[in-house]
């Protein structure tokens, strides 16, 4: 069997909301059904083939289902018979998804899959035990979300931060002009076409005495920080350089791409953005997360045997600021080889935009396409690091030349 | 593609509900399968796991990375990439057939894949977004199954809806249940499953010893069909009762799957090979039709009749849905089943169904069966809560 060729079609996102934003009264779930359905309306896929998988993910549990794809398939209106995988890595989930939606489709379990993920920090469940002692007057006390066994190693996410920070002496100016960087960056992004054609507008119907709630624009860019803002933030941790500023923020949204065999988009007539080459996901130590995604990436390279050099986009989801720096500075120290900072993130990142966890590794993979088609590159990167210590990586090739 | 192979096998215990393991999360659970299969096979010495993959259906109570927490738990190495897979109790057969595309595509050489449940431990969800100052208590929110209205029917009623759309009566439900509890006892006897547990360890406290766990919490070994028949259906006219469904249990399974390189390299003789897998949405009210239509899709791809198994597992939500299953199968086939090599070793019935730990049981039950009677080939399959079906189909290599 000759090897099967992966290529991605297309991709659509939602609309990143706030906390609390345009996106409050629905769930993850809701969000990637929406947006599954949106891609399958723009794409008229299921009009013209079997669609056979969706493959999702999210960092935190749904307030609707245990099962949130094989549910998210039926938001969306697929034909019920298509399969709904979950795929949970946390910030690399989406990219997980990815990647798992390619090995299937070249292993020969599938043709079509549409793959990504979703997140709602707004309407995660809170978990208590069902285990409590009863007639003791004990209150069901919420169970803590842990991401390390050793609680010594299970440090929050400005810790995580700012251990990136300290080991490549990044400084608390450094972290701010990045963040400034990356809200510039998603303006230019937007006035070029790179992303927002992508977002499915959704109006959440008005109901329960209140009224409808439409979302059809990135909410966090609303809320940009100004220099002098950043600058005036204390840092969380004492002798630490990120604030509430320079860690991307909690946000609402989803983003999925359709993807396929290169014959089965030929046959149907489509014009892919992109071909998936490769993808790979490693551990290491949760106190130094951060770093997940240059060790992904890396091992990504590697299987493909392509160099950093080959790259003329790489997208590394922006945790925070000194993650973001100290993983390129991981990367060219591991490698041997610096990277051009223009070619890092260069549509700005979740600083900007916000961070969806389950749906980011997707975003990227959507601004890293259409990137390669507006410079007409060759290779793209997109990467992700993830709570507990992973990071996850995908390669695309640009078919748009 | 390259050919993937299976080495070997560690479970726990299968405990109920509130039983003897319900101190423990599910990623505890399968911290303490993972760390006795990288024991038992010596894996860690030989050469490396690359991944896990790690299936799971109402998630954990105290992570949501379970299955990273889990490889850290288990005290392998770092780099050991981890996901949890979730596809209800399809999720561990679809964490092999995930692995099998991963090895057989050259991108890991060794993976250990499984699946772990704790009902005893599972979180329930309450809202964090109810607005305040308006009087609304802290409300737990739903385990929705599906959108789609009339779709959304719980398990037993899943059940009594196939068994009236299938024709099964509760009489041949209960003589399924009977059968299962007595094929597990023999299985036992003949060690098709036992060996493969690894004991679960309480230490000592003041009012107790250490305890070192290793029997399963479920079986009822002296039922009788009598018995069964005088059990309530849980539903007014319906067939299923607590008799002749599966339990709700704790407890974890994983196996080492590699390429058949690195199982010579070292030194290992693999027990089966995976040929194919398959996966398929069916509607949720009938979610336990779904096996069904994977086992066919998958044999279609493999270009295998029923004929050709000499054992077939389909893991037993309930017996109404097994034996729909049979029909259905008969039926897209044409072909007779014989129902002495379906679940011939008993199934989720007698031995329960810790959800995320039944799909890598199924598959070993094949593989031992294939090992005891030199039979070829095997499948094992599960339906999904919300409708799904999963099967992999294995060949025996020891023969």
Redesign the interface.
């Known amino acids: 069997m000759s090897e099967r060729e992966v290529v991605i079609v297309d991709g659509a996102r939602s609309a990143f909301g706030t906390l609390g934003g345009g996106l409050r009264y629905l769930n993850g779930t809701d969000i990637g059904g929406f947006v599954v359905k949106g891609l399958v309306e723009k794409t008229k896929i299921v009009e013209c083939t079997k669609v056979d998988s969706v493959f999702a993910g999210s960092s935190l549990a749904d307030g609707q289902t245990r099962t949130q794809t094989r549910y998210l398939t039926q938001l969306a209106g697929l034909p019920i018979d298509v399969s709904g995988i979950y795929v949970e890595m946390q910030g690399g989930s989406s990219l997980a998804c990815i990647n798992h939606a390619a090995w299937k489709i070249k292993a020969g379990m599938a043709d079509v899959v549409i793959a990504g993920g979703m997140e709602s920090y707004s309407r995660t469940p809170a978990m208590l035990s069902t285990a409590n002692v009863p007639y003791r007057a004990l209150s069901p006390a919420p169970l803590k979300r842990a991401f390390s066994p050793e609680s010594d190693r299970d440090l929050d996410i400005y810790a995580l931060s700012d251990r990136t920070a300290a080991k490549w002496k990044i400084s608390r100016e450094g972290c701010d002009e990045y963040t400034m960087r990356s809200q510039e960056l998603l303006k230019k992004a937007y006035a070029d076409g790179i992303t927002g054609d992508e977002i499915i507008p959704y109006t959440t119907p008005a109901g329960g005495g209140r009224a409808a709630v439409l979302a059809d624009k990135d909410e966090v860019p609303e809320a940009e920080k100004s220099r002098e803002y950043l600058q005036k933030l204390a840092a969380v941790h004492e002798d630490g350089v990120t604030t509430e500023g320079n860690i991307a923020c909690m946000s609402d949204g989803a983003a999925f791409l359709l993807i396929m065999t290169a014959e089965k988009a030929s046959e149907l007539g489509y014009k892919p953005f992109a071909r998936w080459i490769g993808g790979a996901h490693i551990g290491i130590r949760e106190e130094n997360m951060g770093f997940g995604a240059a060790y992904s990436s890396l091992k990504a390279l590697d299987q493909s045997k392509l160099k950093l050099s080959d790259l003329d986009v790489i997208e590394c989801n922006e945790f925070s600021a000194a993650q973001s720096l100290g993983v390129k500075r991981e990367m060219e120290t591991e490698w041997g080889e610096d990277i051009d900072i223009n070619i890092w993130n260069p549509n700005g990142g979740a600083l900007a935009i916000g961070n969806p966890s389950g749906a980011s590794g997707a975003r990227t993979a959507l601004s890293a396409m259409k990137q390669l088609e507006k410079i007409s590159g060759r290779y793209g990167l997109c990467s992700a690091s993830c709570r507990g210590g992973q990071g996850a990586s995908i390669l695309i090739e640009n078919l748009r030349i | ?1 390259r050919e993937v192979v299976f080495i070997d096998c560690t479970r726990t215990l299968f405990g109920n509900i ?1 039983g003897c393991l ?1 101190d423990f999360s599910s990623a505890e659970l399968a911290a303490i399968a993972m760390k006795g299969l990288a024991e038992k096979t010596g894996i860690l010495e030989r050469g490396k796991i690359d ?1 896990v993959l790690y299936g799971n ?3 954990d ?9 889990a ?3 288990a005290g392998l ?12 109790c399809g999720s561990g057969i ?1 964490a092999i ?2 692995a ?3 090895i ?2 050259g ?1 890991a050489d060794v993976m250990m894949v499984g699946g772990c449940e704790s009902y ?10 109810n607005e305040p100052y308006k009087l609304i208590p ?1 409300s737990p ?8 209205p009339g ?1 959304n029917i719980n398990m037993t009623h899943v059940s009594d809806h196939m068994a009236d759309k299938w024709g099964i009566s509760r009489e041949e439900c209960d003589e399924f249940s009977c059968r299962s509890q007595m094929r597990l006892q023999e299985a036992y006897k003949k060690k098709i499953t036992g060996p493969e547990i690894v004991p679960v360890v309480i230490p000592a406290t003041k009012k107790k010893p250490e305890q070192s766990l290793i029997q399963d919490e479920f079986p009822k070994a002296t039922t009788t069909i009598e018995i069964l028949s005088k059990l309530r259906a849980v539903n007014p006219g319906g067939v299923t009762t607590a008799g002749n469904a599966s339990g709700r249990n704790d407890g974890a399974s994983f196996l080492l799957m590699m390429s058949k390189e690195a199982a010579g390299k070292m030194d290992y003789t693999p027990y089966a090979r995976w040929i ?9 009210s009938e979610m336990g039709i779904g096996p069904a ?1 994977s086992n066919v899709k998958a044999m279609k ?1 493999a270009g295998l009749k029923i004929a050709d198994f000499d054992v077939m597992e389909c893991n037993e939500a309930f017996a109404a849905q097994n034996l729909s299953v049979i029909k259905e199968m008969e039926k897209l086939t044409g072909e007779k089943i014989d129902q002495n090599k379906w679940n011939p070793n008993g199934g989720a019935i007698s031995i329960g169904h810790p959800n995320g730990a039944s799909g890598g049981r199924c598959a070993w039950f094949a593989m031992m069966q294939l090992v005891q009677t030199g039979g070829r080939y095997g499948f094992f399959s599960s339906c ?5 079906g ?1 099967s992999a189909i294995i060949e025996n290599l020891r023969v």
């Open positions: 593609m509130g319900k991944g259906a109402l998630r109570a105290k992570t949501d990375a379970q299955a990273r927490y490889v850290l738990l190495p770092i780099e050991t990439e981890a996901q949890f897979i979730e596809v209800q679809e057939n995930q099998a595309a991963m057989g595509l991108y005893s431990t599972v979180p329930a969800y309450y809202s964090m977004s802290p929110m739903p385990s929705l199954l599906s959108p789609i779709e194919t897998g398959a996966d398929i949405g069916c509607y949720p239509l791809k999904c809560g919300g409708g799904q999963i």
